[in-house]
């Protein structure tokens, strides 16, 4: 991904090229779309960052449940969170922990949990999850935009060459 390219491309090009970096959450692209241009990567993600952060509460709940949930089935993840989770991997018994975690934070908060992996485990993100759920729920969505464009930008960088990820 070429950010000089991104800047460059129409509106409807520039959302389909970005959309599997953010699970192709409409309303925020939208906005990503209109700060444009970027001129690299870093500016990019501060962008993001920034816009994820200020959209009204409503959108900003949809760009984190576009994420899969943590343990979610394998055939119903994005190409890029089946390995991100780590699917391409062993399954451990923490599934069954993340599934129970997860229903208990959705009913506390309303949205999924949503964190950026960084190739742990699945056993070592039972204790993030479990941590989360003694948070308050203002802090917890400031939490998870702050991870969902951290994950973006890791896999911009994985699939940028040039951005210090490989082809």
Same mark, same amino acid.
Request: with cysteine; hydrophobic share 45%.
């Given at each position: 991904?070429?950010?000089?390219?991104?800047?460059?491309?129409?509106?409807?090009?520039?959302?389909?090229?970005?959309?599997?970096?953010?699970?192709?959450?409409?309303?925020?692209?939208?906005?990503?779309?209109?700060?444009?241009? #970027? $001129?690299?990567?870093?500016?990019? &993600?501060?962008?993001? @960052?920034?816009? =994820?952060?200020?959209? /009204?509460?409503? *959108?900003?709940?949809?760009?984190?449940?576009?994420?899969?949930?943590?343990?979610?089935?394998?055939?119903?993840?994005?190409?890029?969170?089946?390995?991100?989770?780590?699917?391409?991997?062993?399954?451990?018994?923490?599934?069954?922990?993340?599934?129970?975690?997860?229903?208990?934070?959705?009913?506390? #908060? $309303?949205?999924?949990?949503?964190? &950026?992996?960084?190739? @742990?485990?699945? =056993?070592?993100?039972? /204790?993030?999850? *479990?941590?989360?759920?003694?948070?308050?729920?203002?802090?917890?969505?400031?939490?998870?935009?702050?991870?969902?464009?951290?994950?973006?930008?890791?896999?911009?960088?994985?699939?940028?060459?040039?951005?210090?990820?490989?082809?």
């Amino acid at each position: 991904m070429d950010v000089a390219a991104l800047d460059a491309m129409p509106k409807a090009e520039f959302v389909a090229a970005v959309s599997p970096l953010f699970e192709g959450a409409s309303h925020f692209l939208d906005r990503l779309a209109g700060a444009r241009p #970027f $001129g690299g990567p870093d500016e990019l &993600f501060r962008r993001s @960052r920034a816009i =994820a952060l200020s959209m /009204p509460e409503s *959108e900003q709940i949809e760009l984190i449940d576009a994420h899969p949930r943590l343990g979610a089935p394998p055939t119903s993840v994005s190409a890029m969170s089946y390995g991100e989770q780590g699917y391409d991997r062993e399954t451990t018994e923490a599934i069954a922990e993340l599934a129970k975690l997860n229903e208990q934070y959705e009913a506390k #908060f $309303g949205f999924r949990f949503c964190v &950026f992996v960084a190739g @742990r485990s699945r =056993a070592d993100l039972v /204790p993030v999850l *479990e941590a989360a759920l003694g948070a308050n729920r203002p802090a917890e969505i400031q939490r998870a935009l702050r991870d969902v464009v951290l994950i973006a930008e890791d896999r911009f960088h994985k699939a940028t060459p040039t951005a210090g990820g490989v082809a």
